[in-house]
């Protein structure tokens, strides 16, 4: 039943050769020295400093929320800047390729980069920064700050929680393994079909593309479950739901999202997997297949994921601004309502993503209308966070310049928006850049969160603050690139340019390109800048050290916590007795972050065990996708096996003696910071001793 | 100073919960399993869609209608043996109450040796159709029905799996609360499975069959 498949294949390596490395591409080889250069003095570095162990030990084993949202967002900032970097190459050949006198370079005929390898690197930007920068980052800081905010020592399932990361990770590292052995799909983020079916791709680029994804969605699915079982049992006493901070109702929207979406992604890529793999006939052109019927499971996730990628951001600002503006923040029930049913809504409107596909004007009317309810919880949103603002006492910290940036962001993606679901009007612009910097425009909204974020929540989690001058050029420069780029690709769009060209055949778009160029390069100072404020803050970080408290005004009860946060969180779990826990407790002068006397606390041993599955799912992805079945089935079977012995240790746990958080925390008192490193030993050495 | 727009917490209050009590570990992990068999239930879903889409004699493409391919006897007989299974499961949940392992273990005997008959039919049932040339290659019809029941059925492997590990598990360890946490959560899941192919027998076979 298996498709049988023209060219090479051999049982060892199946269809892998080592022409399949694409050692004949400059730019390749460009990204592969690249590559190299980067990883080469940190292995160094790391074997030098006999740091191997370490890492081992204290991350990649690790079951602790806060270590584990580390990684995800140094994954999801490693993948944003890959995925930057594609940007300005698809930027670049657009620019070069202009009219038909545009010079060529390289292989291409117009500009660098010829169609093939254009296509694919459109393709990879999106994949990549919706599902492996942006969200990833963004369950990140969920991961980290969800069971601060509720009071809890960890999440329900911290194993379960490492597993999902490093199915994530394995998903992040097919990709960009994809770079340099075979290639990545070329059918967009969306993967068009017929377009991804085998006689039109019959190469290893879309199998890439579909494993990835399926790797990570499984990942997002069980942190999805994770979350929002942790938020709806292990709140501290006192935490009524509507005592929540506000980021936590905006995770528990997004991760029910989640839960609910990605496994209709899931099917969808399924399906086209036994169309590749099996010869089935889903979406196939001819013999009974259903094009179609791709597009409306591929939207029915991909619309409620573009609300999971924005919640959190929204959830970021709801944070930021009150701490901010030193009020709370307005209209808290409101904002959870409108939050819930955003999330309820986005279930309904994906059918705005083909208004042009001949649904008719009934069903296009329906979705029509839905879509543009979405527009009212959203303008409730925006009036909320402005009513926050009104008469607050603002502060314009770097934390705070991101989120007002994301606000006005939000405002130029939303209104487009409404302007794109009214089907009159999608007809004349659909495909359109003008799409493309729609959704541009909303991302950016969870990029302005996310670094929103990251300057709001470094400290706590580090324990000393990012430098605020760098910061600043950072924030000035990638907005101001924001606007070069995107003003000139709304008027782009409206002038008729479509989307994913290799060349362009208009030389009157010139300017607008050259505008977006300069755009592009604003970024890449921006980029300098934000290198240079993790440089500078990490060589001044004894000066910046702060303590509980960096911004004297945050309200909820992460803030309570030492800093950085000991892996048990909290000494003692604090009763809550209102809404902005932090801010009831410190305006009543009770800022204490324990009782005084101490008792025993239970956490996970660590474990190599979901790194280990982490690996064989890699092994299992590339297996499939270069169809080296024993390489596959070894792997399978390798990840039944291990979740089958592992159920069968009893893990006790690590006890940490109350005498040994009485050192740790009164320590803290003489210094102001966690100085004690301990962490919970690996589990699988004891097998050893 | 912020604003305060809070009231103050009097000295009377009680500031910490000393000796919180951990989240009882069988509800969580029970809430948890109900919040995956939702994110399964998606993926049946899904597939139900696809195969509502598909079911029409226009993605048969000239191939076996979706009539000449479901013998509705037949998998009312597998439906009798996948219910008895669950039968069986649950009267292995009334030997977890009295506590006896081997009433456990003899029930989770019964129901893996139903469970693999189901399975058994449904191969014979799948080598039957390939014989015949109604292959899942043959047609977009041919192959949302194959993919729609061997989900079903891979589910029910994984299914058989679990039981033979906690077979042993029961054996070894007696009731442990992860023991009687995976049998709880086992129940739904095969219970669920249960529940699902009543929905292929209803929208696949039956209807196929008869409309
Ligand atoms: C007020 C809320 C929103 C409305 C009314 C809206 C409306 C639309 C419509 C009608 C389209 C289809 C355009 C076309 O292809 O012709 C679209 C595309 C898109 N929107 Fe939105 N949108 C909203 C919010 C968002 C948000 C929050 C995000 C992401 C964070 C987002 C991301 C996207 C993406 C990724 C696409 C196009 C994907 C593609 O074709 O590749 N949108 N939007
Ligand atoms: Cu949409």
């Known amino acids: ?689 | 100073m912020s604003r305060t727009a809070h009231r103050l917490i009097g000295p009377e209050e009680p500031l910490w919960a000393p000796h919180h009590p951990e989240a009882d570990p069988v509800s969580l992990h029970t809430l948890g399993f109900w919040l995956y068999m939702m994110s399964d239930a998606l993926i049946f879903a899904a597939l139900f869609a696809a195969y509502a889409v598909l079911d029409h004699p226009y993605n048969a493409a000239g191939g076996p209608q979706i009539s000449d391919v479901v013998h509705p006897v037949a998998a009312f007989i597998q439906t009798v043996i996948i219910f008895t299974s669950v039968f069986a499961y649950s009267l292995a949940m009334v030997g977890l109450k009295a506590g006896n392992r081997a009433f456990v273990i003899g029930g989770l005997v019964a129901a893996v040796l139903l469970g693999a008959a189901f399975l058994g039919l449904e191969l014979r049932d799948f080598a039957v159709l390939i014989a015949e040339g109604a292959t899942p290659d043959r047609s977009g019809l041919l192959s949302v029905f194959f993919v729609l029941v061997a989900t079903h059925g891979i589910h029910m492997v994984f299914g058989i799996l679990w039981m033979l590990v906690m077979i042993v598990q029961v054996a070894m360890k007696g009731f442990t609360t992860a023991v009687v946490t995976r049998l709880l959560n086992l129940r739904i899941f095969w219970m669920f499975q249960a529940s699902i192919w009543v929905c292929v027998f209803v929208f696949v076979y039956l209807n196929g069959a008869y409309r």
């Open chain 1, 1 to 689: 039943m298996l498709v049988h498949l023209q060219g090479a294949w051999n049982p060892w390596l199946g269809r892998l050769t080592l022409s399949q490395i694409p050692y004949h591409s400059p730019i390749v080889l460009g990204a592969f020295a690249f590559a190299l250069l980067a990883a080469a003095p940190i292995v160094g570095l790391m074997t030098y400093y006999q740091k191997w162990g370490y890492l081992i030990r204290e991350w990649i084993t690790t079951l602790d929320h806060k270590k584990i949202g580390v990684m995800y967002i140094i994954i999801g900032l490693v993948m944003l800047l890959r995925g930057f970097i594609d940007g300005i190459m698809i930027r670049t050949q657009q620019l070069l390729a202009d009219g038909p006198r545009s010079a060529a370079h390289l292989q291409a005929v117009h500009g660098y980069l010829p169609p093939f390898h254009f296509d694919q690197i459109y393709s990879s930007h999106g994949t990549i920064m919706i599902i492996f920068a942006v969200t990833v980052v963004l369950t990140g800081f969920q991961n980290i700050i969800v069971p601060l905010q509720i009071g809890a020592r960890d999440m329900a399932f911290p194993y379960l929680n490492a597993v999902s990361l490093w199915l994530t990770a394995a998903g992040a590292a097919l990709v960009m393994i994809s770079l340099f052995i075979g290639d990545f799909s070329h059918a967009g983020w969306v993967g068009i079909v017929p377009l991804t079916e085998l006689p039109y791709s019959p190469g290893v680029g879309v199998d890439y593309w579909d494993w990835a994804l399926q790797l990570s969605s499984l990942g997002t699915t069980l942190g999805a479950l994770n979350l929002i079982t942790t938020i709806i049992m292990m709140r501290a006493p006192g935490m009524r739901w509507f005592r929540m901070p506000f980021f936590t109702w905006a995770t528990l929207s997004t991760q029910t999202i989640g839960l609910t979406a990605f496994p209709v992604l899931g099917v969808a890529l399924a399906l086209l997997s036994c169309d590749r793999y099996l010869g089935t006939h889903f979406y196939t052109a001819g013999l009974g297949g259903n094009l179609m019927l791709y597009t409306d499971l591929f939207w029915i996730w991909g619309h409620p994921e573009v609300y999971f990628i924005i919640l959190p951001a929204w959830g970021i600002m709801s944070e930021v601004i009150p701490t901010f503006s030193e009020k709370a923040l307005f209209g808290y029930t409101v904002m959870v309502a409108a939050t819930l049913s955003i999330a309820g809504l986005s279930w309904a409107v994906w059918l705005h993503h083909f208004f042009t596909m001949g649904a008719g004007p009934g069903v296009n009317l329906v979705f029509s209308v839905s879509t543009m309810l979405v527009g009212i919880p959203t303008g409730v949103k925006v009036f909320n966070w402005s009513l926050t603002l009104y008469r607050g006492r603002l502060r314009f910290e770097t934390p705070m310049l991101w989120a007002i940036g994301a606000l006005f962001l939000l405002l130029v993606g939303g209104l487009t928006g409404m302007m794109l679901a009214i089907p009159a009007i999608n007809y004349t612009v659909h495909n359109s850049v003008f799409v493309v910097a729609h959704f541009h425009t909303m991302f950016l909204v969870s990029v302005f969160g996310i670094f929103a974020g990251l300057m709001y929540w470094f400290p706590k989690v580090f324990g000393f603050r990012l430098d605020e001058r760098s910061g600043r050029r950072f924030f000035t420069f990638f907005s101001l690139g924001t606007v070069f780029v995107f003003a000139a690709m709304y008027t782009l769009g409206l002038m008729g340019m479509t989307r994913r060209l290799d060349y362009l055949y208009n030389p009157h778009w010139q300017a607008l390109l050259i505008i977006q160029e300069f755009g592009i390069f604003l970024y890449c100072v921006s980029v300098f800048y934000f290198c240079k404020m993790i440089y500078v803050s990490i060589r001044d970080r004894a000066k910046e050290a702060h303590g509980q408290d960096v911004w004297r005004t945050s309200r909820t009860l992460e803030w309570m916590t030492l800093t950085p946060v000991p892996f048990y969180n909290f000494a003692v779990i604090p009763v809550v007795h209102g809404r902005d826990a932090w801010a009831m407790r410190r305006d009543s002068g009770l800022t204490a972050t324990s009782p005084g006397d101490y008792e025993d606390i239970n956490l996970p041993n660590n474990t190599i065990v979901p790194a280990m599955l982490g690996a064989l799912a890699f092994g299992f992805g590339f297996g499939m996708v270069w169809r080296i079945w024993w390489l596959a089935g070894l792997s399978l079977l390798g990840i039944i096996g291990l979740v089958i012995l592992r159920s069968f240790a009893d893990d006790r746990g690590f006890t940490l003696t109350a005498a040994t958080v009485r050192r740790m925390e009164r320590n803290h008192e003489d210094t102001g910071i966690v100085t004690d490193h301990i962490s919970p030993p690996v589990a699988e050495l004891a097998l050893f001793q």
